[in-house]
């Protein structure tokens, strides 16, 4: 193990032995390659990390598919769950850890990956662990026959998780996995492969059978490719940018017509009607679009204000994010780290130039902030059309227009104007228009009077170009599990 540790300290002086080798079987091993992780506060490399080709990744299936017909298919649910409950207390045990690898690699500011990212994934493991006992079939009542189902696990399923949400996603992803008795092989973004490797050493601690979880990183091209593509993977579960959604699910349809689930981009609306408390609005607006720096798929890029209120809330708005503190997010009040990559920054950047030379108004930021590193002003854009670039494409960063409306149907026609159906958002006091618009907007999630409020006990998931499928909750063990009926004859004749 000890070939692949790297040794670093965090700017705030806080010692870290990253381990940086692909973690099959339970061993961390060398892959073909290697890739660069950077630091997005400085611009300058973490370490280099193994790096998985198409071999790599069908080493990793084919532990995961011994350990599904081995040890992890023959343990009984209440010894899986023991497992995973395990695993989340090891991670609460080292959540600073977790947290100072989490903001080093990705960027977002401690505080919120403390309190945020670190307790989701561990509450995701408990939620699902709870489940585990609990996934059965049910007898049908048929005339001559009896007649019952069983849930029985998938078999080896393939996680591709996005780099905005490193931890989480994992525990997103695994969870539901685990509990219904399947094995995993997770390729993390090559941009944010670290705090996943740290988990990878308490699955060893935890005491899981070798191959049960398998962790590895690679270009998506390469490794996210031969994953979805493997013919011993029979589900494939994809967070990231739609256009790739698009890939995965070719990649599954030409291999062996894979179970697929997508959670993808979107271009969320946030409703302000004129009867809201506009300050709480405001404050959740503010959340809605800045929190991880605005590369969140939920967040609330597209702000409509209804005209009496339109002025009042920019200036508003325009106060209160004029406070956001940005700046290294090793420091506990940091809300606004980097963007995660040089490549994310020059994105955004492009979205900002083209929405100035598309007339729009730059009311607030549009620059980058700071002489290092891949940091961007909050960036507040009025005058807008919704035609626009800036209006209609995801461009995942801290970017938001704001427009105004006169009424519901007006409103509605512009929020509905999207291949996206993600999420949406509502601000009223009254309730029987928080519900009647709730229910007409085409979006997964809806949130009334707050945003970005996402919990694991509520599924979470797309509309349209936004997924398909979802996760968290209930709900979520559907994707991994598959449906036998079986029927016994007891009186049946031929």
Known sequence: MSEFIVETTTPN??????????????????????????????????????AADKNDVNKAVQAAH???????????????????????????????????????????????????????????????????????GKVIDTEGALSYTRHEPIGVCGAI??????LMMLGWKLGPALATGNTCVVKTSELTPLSAYKVAQLVIEAGFPPGVINIITGLGAIAGDALARNMDVHKIAF??????????????????????????????????????????????????????????????????VQSTIHDEFLRKFKEYTSQTKLGNPHDDD???????????????????????????????????????????QPTVFTDVKEDMAIVKEEIFGPVVTVSKFNDVEDVLHMALDTEYGLAAAVFTKD?????????????GT?????????????????????????????????????????????????
Not at 66 to 78: C, E, T, V, Y
Not at 242 to 262: H, Q
Not at 431 to 443: E, F, G, Y
């Open 13 to 50: 002086g806080y010692k870290l032995k990253l381990q940086t080798g692909l973690f099959i079987n339970n061993e961390f091993v060398a892959g073909a390659d290697t890739l660069e992780t950077i630091n997005p506060s400085t611009g300058k490399i973490i370490a280099n990390v193994q």
């Open 66 to 136: 011994n350990a599904f017909n081995g040890p992890w298919g023959k343990m009984s649910a209440l010894n899986r769950a023991a497992l995973m409950f395990k695993l989340a207390d090891l991670i609460d045990r080292d959540n600073e850890e977790l947290s100072q690898i989490e903001t080093m690699d990705n960027g977002k500011g401690i505080t919120f990956a403390r309190l945020f990212d670190v307790k989701q994934i561990a509450i995701s493991l408990r939620y699902f662990a709870g489940y585990a006992d609990k996934v059965h």
């Open 161 to 166: 998780i996005p780099w905005n949400f490193p």
């Open 239 to 304: 967070t990231g940018s739609t256009a790739v959604g698009r890939l995965i699910m070719k990649a599954a349809a030409e291999s062996n017509l894979k179970k697929v689930t997508l959670e993808l981009g979107g271009k969320s609306p946030n409703i302000i009607f004129d009867d809201c408390d506009l300050d709480q609005a405001v404050r959740w607006a503010h959340k809605g679009i800045f929190f991880n720096h605005g590369q969140t798929c939920c967040a609330g890029s597209r702000i409509y």
């Open 334 to 376: 940091t809300f606004q780290g980097p963007q995660v990559s040089q490549t994310q920054f020059d994105r955004i950047m492009g979205f900002i130039d083209t929405g100035k030379k598309e007339g729009a108004t730059c009311f607030l930021g549009g620059e980058r902030w700071g002489d290092e590193g891949y940091f961007i």
């Open 431 to 443: 309730t029987a228009r928080a519900i009647d618009v709730s229910n007409r907007l085409k979006a």
């Open 446 to 494: 809806v949130w009334v009077n707050c945003f970005n409020e996402l919990d694991y006990n509520t599924p979470f998931g797309g509309f349209r170009q936004s997924g398909i499928g979802r996760e968290n909750g209930e709900y979520a063990l559907d994707n991994y599990i598959q449906v036998k009926t079986v029927k016994i004859n007891v009186s049946r004749k031929p």
